[in-house]
């Protein structure tokens, strides 16, 4: 039953999280009419746009699952999630079509968000309806462990055909063959989750007629119910959304765009992290039921918020030593009126970003992922350590800029025989450790918090507005702050400060469920 529940999962996330990892390609096959830092955000913004529509999926789903029952509802969504994943592959590009290519695109992402929205929580809740009251933690920790595994299969197809087929190849035309395979993967899912029995709680309501007939109104329209649903979002999910998304993708995207760790490289260190600590997921899920929920997410709360800045600051000096040489060396300063800054996003491609000194510099440094501090004391020079580097001729200006980053040491992409591998590996598991004191025990809080009748429903909204939302929007919103600022780890206040509320509302509000009976 776990297994079956668990493998069509796993395959959800492997289709929604394709365009995660795929997104620098992505950002050049389908937003290459805009210059090249707002390309990359943009397909961050595309692929959070799946994950904007979370909630309403888990509205329309988390409905019929408490109408119509668990089992028939996520045979829907995983047919709607594969379809669509199937699609992206055959989309042209944005040189073929113009701007229906990213149009396209977006809509797909919509409607992969949309069944994601339905499949966790009839998942989750399949799971613990079947699970031992003592064991609920234990068990539904593996559905916690989908994420990574639909996160790792995609890693390894990924890598897989980059080095089969090579970069060029890869970023010409392979990029399509995940997308295209998911196709098989859906036929096989199906079938496995079309062998299950209705969950028996559900059963039990449909023989004895106590079923919701407006389960939505039900959740979310009565202050006793909302108020939990607010608790377990502001209190739980939204902490844990913003750790996840920032151990298992932001720590990728930072690798690549910051960093300039070649893209395969950096799968195969996320991909070897992710095989180290996924079994905490269970680990943390099974200690969930003798001391309970609430203690290991408010810990994994309270550790990420304090190890962040650590964390990432050494994962600069392990995987891109030169870099943190050259920042401690010759620290590079923009000196500009503020006033004469344009913010360094442009979704409609219309800003050149060329006609003041503080526009080309800040362009030059973001494309070539040098770090930089801001002063309001100049016209628009910069300094690299004791060098000035005046704007004067503005044609010339990014090619001045480059060349003097250049003698001070900045690399143009990380040098891979200073990677040190195994502590960006350690580094990369420490993060991934955090998720799993987060997330393991959360899928069973969620299903203690509500009464069975409106379960699949009142857990759906608070979880996907907390990871479709909170989680979903984090690495654009994190590398926005870093564009505008130009400070490499500004963006991780996003996730700290997300945290450190839910902390602070969790450790008021939040219950401790790990001893109540589900079989209301």
């Not at 019929?64 to 992206?88: P, Q």
């Not at 799971?127 to 890693?155: C, K, M």
């Not at 990924?158 to 010409?172: P, S």
């Not at 979880?463 to 600022?485: C, D, E, K, Q, R």
Request: charged fraction near 15%; glycine fraction near 10%; proline fraction near 4%.
């Amino acid at each position: 039953m776990i297994a079956a529940s668990s493998l069509g999962t796993v395959f959800e996330w492997y289709d929604f999280y394709l365009y995660g990892l795929l997104a620098g390609i992505i950002s050049v096959q389908f937003f290459s009419g805009v210059n090249e830092t707002t390309g990359f955000i943009l397909a961050l913004a595309a692929f959070a746009a799946g994950f904007a529509v979370r909630p309403f999926g888990a509205l329309v789903f988390g409905r019929l699952g408490d109408v119509v029952g668990r089992k028939h509802t996520f045979l829907v969504t995983m047919a709607l999630m594969g379809l669509s994943t199937f699609a992206v592959g055959l989309l042209p590009s944005y040189a073929s079509i113009g701007v229906a290519a990213p149009i396209a695109l977006v809509t797909l992402r919509l409607l992969q968000g949309l069944a994601l929205g339905g499949e966790y929580g009839g998942a989750a809740t399949y799971v613990a309806e079947h699970a031992p009251d003592d064991r609920r933690g234990f068990y539904t920790s593996f559905i916690q462990t989908t994420a990574t595994f639909g996160l790792f299969a995609a890693l390894l197809v990924v890598i897989g055909l980059r080095t089969w087929l090579g970069e060029e190849a890869f970023a010409d035309w392979g990029w399509r063959v995940p997308f295209l395979i998911s196709l098989g993967l859906l036929a096989v899912s199906l079938w496995i989750r079309m062998q299950l029995e209705e969950s028996p709680v559900f059963q039990k309501m449909k023989a004895e007629g106590t079923t919701s007939k407006r389960p939505l109104r039900e959740a979310f329209g009565q202050w006793r119910n909302l108020r939990w649903v607010l608790i377990a979002l502001l209190g739980a999910v939204a902490g844990q959304a913003v750790v996840w998304y920032t151990g298992q993708f932001y720590a990728l995207f930072f690798l690549e765009r910051v960093l300039q760790v070649e893209g395969a490289t950096a799968n195969i260190l996320i991909a070897i992290a992710l095989a180290i600590g996924t079994p905490f997921f269970v680990v943390f899920g099974w200690l969930s039921d003798r001391i309970g929920r609430k203690k290991i997410i408010m810990a994994g709360l309270a550790l990420s918020i304090a190890g962040y800045f650590p964390l990432f600051a050494a994962l600069t000096d392990a995987a891109n030593p030169a870099l943190a040489e050259a920042q401690a060396r010759a620290p590079v300063t923009v000196h500009a009126d503020p006033a004469t800054c344009a913010f360094q996003f442009d979704p409609v491609g219309g800003q050149s970003f060329d006609t003041t000194g503080c526009d080309v510099a800040k362009s030059a440094l973001a494309k070539a992922g040098i770090p930089y501090a801001n002063a309001a004391d100049g016209d628009g020079e910069i300094t690299v350590g004791e060098r000035t580097i005046a704007p004067g001729d503005l044609t010339t200006y990014a090619d001045r800029i480059a060349v003097a980053v250049a003698e001070a040491g900045y690399p143009a992409t990380a040098d891979p025989a200073r990677i040190d591998r195994v502590r960006v590996v350690a580094i990369l598991t420490a993060l991934v450790l955090l998720v799993t004191m987060v997330y393991g025990p959360i899928a069973a809080l969620l299903v203690e918090l509500f009464p069975s009748r409106i379960r699949y429903s009142a857990m759906s909204l608070p979880y996907h507005i907390g990871n479709g939302w909170f989680g979903g929007f984090l690495p654009t919103v994190s590398f926005a702050m870093v564009a505008a600022t130009g400070n490499i780890y500004f963006g991780l206040w996003y996730p700290i400060a997300i945290a450190a509320l839910t902390l602070v509302v969790g450790l008021l509000f939040l219950p401790e469920t790990f001893r109540r009976s589900i079989r209301d």
